[in-house]
């Protein structure tokens, strides 16, 4: 059974910091593509940032310079540091991972305050 579980998300001030986890089970962890996404009230579900099976890594324009996602193999974990954050970055933060198959998290909220 497949399980992605994300954490780490809260209320923080705009210019504060949060770290996301998400701990991955029942998958060939290593050779997925993992992401996160997020999706703010009445909005699309969006890309924030994706990172491949050799490390390589993409980043909505809205987050280049803010947010890091980084991948931990032997720990089936990957993080999104979100630093500077913005009230515009408020929204539900869903981990991915996609490989043949597409996995979804629970999603974790973020809210960031002005």
């Known amino acids: 059974q497949v399980r992605l579980v994300e954490s780490g998300g809260g209320l923080v001030q705009s210019g504060g910091s949060l770290r996301l986890s998400c701990a991955a089970s029942?998958?060939?962890?290593?050779?997925?593509?993992m992401g996160w996404y997020r999706q703010a009230p009445g909005k699309q579900r969006d890309l924030v940032a994706v990172?491949?099976?050799?490390?390589?890594?993409n980043y909505a324009d809205s987050v280049k310079g803010r947010f890091t996602i980084s991948r931990d193999n032997a720990k089936n974990t990957v993080y999104l540091q979100m630093n500077s954050l913005k009230p515009e970055d408020t929204a539900v933060y869903y981990c991915?991972?996609?490989?043949?198959?597409?996995?979804w998290g629970q999603g974790t909220q973020v809210t960031v305050s002005s």
């Open positions: 991915n991972a996609k490989m043949i198959w597409t996995y």
């Open positions: 029942g998958i060939r962890f290593s050779s997925n593509t």
């Open positions: 990172i491949d099976n050799g490390g390589n890594t």
